[in-house]
């Protein structure tokens, strides 16, 4: 019983204790200051960066947008990483714990533990030569694996992908063996169009390529004027012929759309025929279906 009201006594004096709870309300005042300009700093290295590269942008020298977009994220993120870092040293610091100790003794554990955290090293060592290499850049629209969208972001670590559906994947960079980017050459959009053998196939050539002389001029996205190829096959009821159009990096869905309608107007004003399927049925009478028994 004594031994309770002792335990009770202690606590009581400890927390009524006023240098305690100056010292506490010192060390949480000092720990938010250093949140705060933590995040100040953080926010002005962002700004100031994000700055540089807007100046860079509007330099007479030629550089890639694609590439300083992937480094102004990468260098935003890093900036990040070390001021928080440092935040985080100087507030145990506050708390009396001794970090030099600790940073010796967690360069004696990360010995041990890297062992155990290769794929972290892979990932980060493959995010480093994705950027170096400029293998592909935030804004590409890429293929990884089975895996193909808008690159979102590239860190040292991983890389977001967003496909068309919204799904946001997250890729570790160390499992990027393969890499197919639509976003730094000219895409090429292929349209077939199929006349029936009854058609003009002259004239509807003709037609087509009156067509395709004049949609430079109303699509901005077309780099030269597209081209009717000729006969591409010969199907079951029509025949075939291919037309090629050459776009800016990741146009041609969008200008493959446009062809395939102007080509189904044009034609229709022009009385040329886009062959279909077709059912046609046979109604017997029973006079006729009586003479074919009697002819049996």
Not at 91 to 103: A, F, P
Not at 150 to 160: D, Q
Not at 181 to 210: M, P
């Amino acid at each position: 019983m004594e031994f309770g009201i002792n335990v009770i006594d202690y606590f009581i004096k400890k927390f009524s204790d006023e240098t305690l709870w100056t010292n506490l309300l010192d060390i949480t005042v000092r720990i938010i200051i250093i949140v705060t300009i933590a995040g100040i700093v953080v926010k002005i290295a962002k700004n100031v960066i994000k700055k540089v590269f807007n100046l860079r942008a509007k330099s007479p020298l030629r550089i890639s947008e694609r590439r300083d977009a992937t480094m102004l994220k990468l260098l935003q993120n890093i900036v990040a990483y070390f001021v928080y870092f440092i935040a985080f040293t100087t507030i145990l610091t506050t708390l009396g714990i001794d970090v030099k100790g600790l940073i010796a003794g967690a360069g004696v554990l990360g010995l041990a533990v890297g062992f155990g955290a290769q794929s972290l090293v892979k990932d980060v060592i493959s995010g480093f030569f994705i950027v170096f290499e400029d293998q592909f850049s935030v804004g590409d629209y890429v293929r990884i694996g089975q895996n193909e969208g808008t690159v979102e972001e590239i860190g040292l670590r991983t890389t977001k992908l967003k496909n068309m559906t919204g799904e946001l994947n997250i890729i570790p960079n160390g499992n990027i063996l393969e890499v197919t980017n639509f976003s730094i050459h000219n895409s090429v959009a292929v349209v077939d169009i199929g006349i029936a053998y009854e058609g003009n196939i002259e004239k509807a050539e003709h037609v087509i390529t009156n067509l395709l002389e004049g949609m430079p001029e109303r699509y901005e996205d077309l780099v030269a004027t597209p081209q009717l190829l000729g006969v591409q096959s010969l199907g079951p009821s029509e025949v075939v012929l291919r037309i090629t159009a050459e776009t800016a990096p990741m146009r041609h869905f969008y200008i493959a759309r446009e062809l395939r309608r102007e080509l189904k107007e044009t034609l229709d004003a022009n009385g040329i025929e886009i062959p279909f399927p077709r059912m046609v049925m046979y109604n017997r009478n029973e006079t006729n279906h009586e003479q074919y028994a009697k002819n049996l």
